[in-house]
């Protein structure tokens, strides 16, 4: 699948698709990752343990019967798996440890090889987080803060994985962003089963990081339950062993949505109450009391300055037309997927596809959320 479809970039990394194979400890080698993931974006490899405390730990688990990855030198074990990948994937590693120093050690050999590092802050096995590792690192999260800055002085993409509902998710969030991560890998982990999907639209209006998304993404209908509410990549794990063709199966289906679409995580409408604040691109005119007021209100706009601001980006482009609209303008439409032949009848005119528009409107909810930042205000969403 070539890039250019999907143009997912962070940092030195590019990503083919928006679809990954999440790190197993024990499990997630080299190996694996080249015969379940020969078709995904990225493939997160680990966990290792790099530290005394966490091999150890890490023994332990084995002895009860977990897998682990344990070596006396996982350095060297890490840039033998790192080059030994064989997909076209980007490749991520994901570590743990109870001190930094081997973190940076880490960091600088994975920068070298093109790849990400990956802080593992999700690990909630208690040999781990009795020893202040994984999950535990949430508990402190100035102290993780520390450990990203420190991490990120090597110059390495750098991905924090974190279990979701443990703390405070959106300023876990924005706290992880201002300390300089690129990524953010969520398990969207909540009681009971399935995907905690409000709180993947909570943190995607909290942060533009790069996010992953994981948790029961078993086809491609919970895939795209994500991406509708934000995420810009999901990972899979164990369900790979059930089906092994099914992370060629998600490409091949999202790869088809975004061709045919043009924008293959674009959120719901947000009068639904389900779409993040990119979902903004399809919101009409803020004329009458609807949801679009308190959605731009946790941005910091009026609805003057929100009405400016998509007028200000349909200038100049195909947004701009659309007199038998509702509004008289394509930049108030609804996304493609809802029924209008209003909106359909100016895009056949214009002969404007239905992914063109999409891609649009893409541009136009990432201006939004950009001229938004650039408020003294700033967000106001919690």
């Known amino acids: 699948m070539p890039d250019e479809l999907f143009d997912l970039k962070v940092g030195y990394v590019s990503f083919r698709n928006p679809i990954a194979l999440a790190p197993m400890g024990g499990m997630t080698d080299s190996e694996f990752a080249n015969q379940y993931a020969a078709d995904a974006g990225l493939v997160i490899l680990g966990g290792y343990n790099l530290d005394a405390r966490t091999r150890e730990a890490a023994s332990q688990m084995a002895a009860r019967g977990r897998e682990e990855f344990i070596s006396e030198d996982p350095l060297g074990l890490i840039e033998n798996e790192v080059g030994s990948i064989k997909t076209g994937s980007a490749v991520a590693v994901n570590v743990r440890s109870t001190t930094i120093e081997p973190l940076l050690e880490a960091a600088a050999i994975i920068r070298d090889k093109g790849a990400i590092l990956e802080l593992d802050a999700h690990c909630r096995q208690k040999e781990i987080t009795d020893i202040g590792a994984g999950q535990a690192l949430l508990k402190d999260v100035p102290g993780l803060c520390e450990w990203i800055r420190m991490i990120k002085g090597t110059g390495v993409v750098l991905s924090v994985k974190i279990r979701g509902n443990v703390v405070g998710d959106t300023a876990l969030a924005r706290s992880i962003e201002n300390a300089g991560a690129d990524i953010l890998h969520v398990d969207a982990m909540k009681q009971g089963a399935g995907a905690d999907l409000k709180l993947i639209k909570e943190i995607r209006d909290s942060t533009r990081m790069f996010l992953i ?170």
Request: net charge neutral.
């Open 213 to 382: 998304c994981n948790n029961s993404v078993t086809n491609i209908d919970n895939a795209k339950e994500m991406f509708a509410r934000g995420a810009d990549m999901v990972s899979v794990a164990r369900a790979v062993l059930d089906e092994p063709e099914l992370i060629s199966n998600l490409v091949r289906d999202i790869s088809s949505i975004q061709r045919d679409m043009g924008w293959y995580n674009a959120p719901k409408h947000v009068c639904r109450g389900e779409g993040d604040l990119r979902g903004l691109a399809f919101c009409c005119l803020p004329v009458k009391s609807c949801p679009v007021h308190s959605n731009i209100k946790k941005l910091g706009l009026t609805p003057q300055q929100f009405a400016d601001i998509k007028m200000d980006f349909a200038k100049g482009t195909m947004l701009e037309y659309g007199d038998s609209t509702c509004f008289g303008s394509l930049v108030w439409c609804c996304k493609i997927s809802k029924p209008c032949f209003l909106r359909d009848g100016v895009l056949e005119t214009l002969g404007l596809s239905d992914a063109e528009y999409m891609r649009l409107k893409k541009g136009l909810g990432d201006y939004i959320l950009e001229q938004a930042g650039k408020s003294a205000s700033g967000p106001k969403n919690g």
